[in-house]
């Protein structure tokens, strides 16, 4: 049993910041990539931010500047740093990793989201 967890999520004001957590758990071997993604309201699925193994992050255009992720490989933990907040970057929040469980198996696994909600 793999699981994702999410937290950190809240209502926050335009300008103000977050800091989202992900941790796996289970039967895991090694993590690959991990990454965030977020969906808002009648918009598909999209991503964030994603971070290899070896620690190299790759940021969607519109939270460059704004948005860090960074990982805990000892933890088993992506996290998300976003400041600089904006009314579009309301949406649920997904953490997504690509795991190496201890059977052999690989997968793409995903947490349970959490609402990031930027309003005055």
């Known amino acids: 049993q793999v699981q994702l967890v999410e937290s950190g999520g809240g209502l926050v004001q335009p300008g103000g910041s977050l800091r989202l957590s992900c941790a796996a758990s289970?039967?895991?071997?090694?993590?690959?990539?991990m990454g965030w993604y977020r969906q808002a309201p009648g918009k598909q699925r999209e991503l964030v931010a994603a971070i290899s193994s070896g620690g190299r992050p790759n940021y969607a255009d519109s939270v460059k500047g704004r948005f860090t992720i960074s990982r805990d490989n000892a933890k088993n933990t992506v996290f998300l740093q976003m400041n600089s907040l904006k009314p579009e970057d309301t949406a649920v929040y997904y953490c997504?990793?690509?795991?190496?469980?201890?059977?052999?198996?690989?997968?793409?696994?995903w947490g349970q989201g959490t609402q990031v909600t930027v309003s005055s």
């Open positions: 289970g039967s895991i071997f090694s993590i690959n990539a």
């Open positions: 997504n990793a690509h795991l190496l469980l201890r059977d052999w198996r690989t997968g793409e696994y």
